[in-house]
């Protein structure tokens, strides 16, 4: 199974990669599926029907949102956010909706976008059937699965386990793999990890488009620390980044350098992209919308405090170094477990984006790949059985905190990793696996239902 970098860092739309980057990917695949087919031109009615963890949590992460801005035609790298709460106000004001963009069909919200609460699809806990009708009768059906990250599978990928069909010339399936190719070739993570890039596109434009995922990273940054009010969707959380970044804004550049206070501002680089998210803003998947706000923290914290152009070399290039580990990392988890908090909880969002964003700054810190291998270890091992529990179906509480913990732990994990020689008891492989069974033994309530932990033990109001 090979995967490039840029399927783990994706531009999109909050506040779910798995609830609404995925079912937007996916009802617009079904209605380019549908013209395909030849059928676009008779289907006068559309009904999805979301199942599992997209019923259960559906509403509060935007996929009835998701599901209808996909059968616009609209994509989550491309649409302008700000016209969303327009255009779901007209389709359910006319009860009419414009499959993509070009064949209008009567849609009633309520009767056509159907919430199976207590039914799951066998294959995945986030699984999604599309159906076009023409009167009464099925002219086409297709079932599709979002399984973390915005990753989509229609049900025939699923069952074929169909990825991308170019070949890498370095491909690997697990860290000891990945450790021994470096080893043989005299090769960084990174430097490996560009070289199969180099088999999509070139390396300058590797290196542009990296460098501006981490400016759309930056802008969700600079967006949340200027945002007041309170978020969407019931809960009545407020923004707190916007005040957090105006005291921290009053210190001076010494004080600001001091102690924990770098850790202020990691937390609020974090709460900034993670508020951002939860308000349906432009933010990056990385690896999650969930876990957003970890890696982009990571880099800040590497940008304004760490790095040193006569030590490091130039920004762009340790950037791209960065990205570059930590997404070879991040491959092992999405090919060897999960990135989908419906299937092994949060260890697979916040504790993925943790174990990449430890192994990127042992890289850019000038750690050997034993221990940037030893960091993401670090990463993951004490995310270990983290639960997935939203209050309300909500990527708010405890999400937005959580992913300011992640990056946190990351900072720590590649201290912790840089102050040893790479030498570690427990392999990542090892911790990656432990991962995938904890993840299956987690009962469901755990794993994105709201209907365990925090979820059903906080008061929700």
């Known amino acids: 199974m090979s995967i490039s970098v840029f399927e783990l860092f994706k531009v999109g739309v909050g506040p779910s990669s798995s609830h609404t980057v995925g079912p937007m990917v996916a009802a617009r695949q079904f209605v380019q599926d549908l013209d395909v087919a030849g059928q676009l031109r008779d289907t006068n009615r559309v009904q999805v029907h979301l199942y599992g963890s997209l019923a259960l949590t559906g509403i509060g992460h935007g996929t009835d949102m998701a599901a209808l801005m996909g059968l616009l035609g609209e994509a989550p790298d491309t649409i302008d956010v700000d016209t969303i709460d327009d255009k779901m106000a007209t389709i359910e004001q006319d009860e009419t909706l414009c499959l993509y963009g070009d064949h209008t069909i009567r849609f009633v919200p309520g009767r056509d976008l159907v919430f199976h609460n207590d039914e799951f699809l066998p294959q995945h806990a986030n699984g999604m059937t599309c159906q076009a009708y023409q009167g009464d009768e099925l002219l086409f059906e297709r079932s599709y699965f979002s399984i973390g990250g915005g990753f989509v599978l229609s049900e025939e990928e699923f069952s074929q386990k169909e990825q991308i069909a170019t070949l890498l010339p370095y491909d690997f399936s697990s860290a000891a793999q990945l450790m021994d190719l470096c080893e043989k070739h005299g090769w960084t993570i990174a430097e490996l990890a560009m070289t199969n890039e180099k088999a999509f596109r070139s390396e300058s434009e590797v290196k542009d488009a990296l460098w501006h995922i981490w400016e759309v990273m930056d ?243």
Request: charged share 20%; glycine share 12%; with cysteine.
């Open 219 to 461: 802008e969700s940054i600079q967006r949340g620390c200027h945002q007041h009010g309170i978020l969407p969707g019931g809960l009545k959380v407020r923004r707190r980044a916007a005040e957090l970044y105006r005291e921290l804004s009053k210190q001076s550049d010494e004080e600001r350098r001091q102690g924990l206070t770098i850790l202020d501002w990691v937390s609020l680089f974090a709460l900034a992209v993670n508020e951002e998210n939860a308000a349906r803003g432009r933010i990056v998947t990385a690896p999650t919308n969930g876990a957003a706000g970890v890696i982009p923290a990571a880099i800040a914290y590497y940008v304004q405090f760490v790095h040193d152009p006569v030590q490091h070399g130039d920004l762009k290039d340790q950037v791209v170094k960065f990205m570059l580990t930590a997404g070879a990392i991040g491959m092992l988890f999405k090919k060897n477990a999960s990135i989908s908090a419906a299937e092994v909880g949060c260890q697979g969002e916040i504790g993925v984006a943790c174990s990449m964003a430890s192994a990127g700054l042992a890289a850019v810190q000038g750690g050997t790949n034993q221990q940037i291998e030893n960091a993401a270890e670090i990463g993951m091992e004490h995310n270990l059985g983290l639960t997935c529990d939203p209050i309300g179906g909500l990527v708010q509480v405890p999400c937005i905190e959580r992913n300011t913990m992640g990056a946190v732990k990351a900072i720590n994990a590649a201290r912790l990793a840089l102050r040893g020689d790479g030498a570690h008891i427990v392999p990542l492989d090892s911790v990656i696996e432990t991962m995938r069974q904890t993840g299956i033994d987690m009962q469901s309530k755990y794993k994105e239902t709201s209907q365990g932990g925090l979820a059903v033990n906080a008061v929700n109001c």
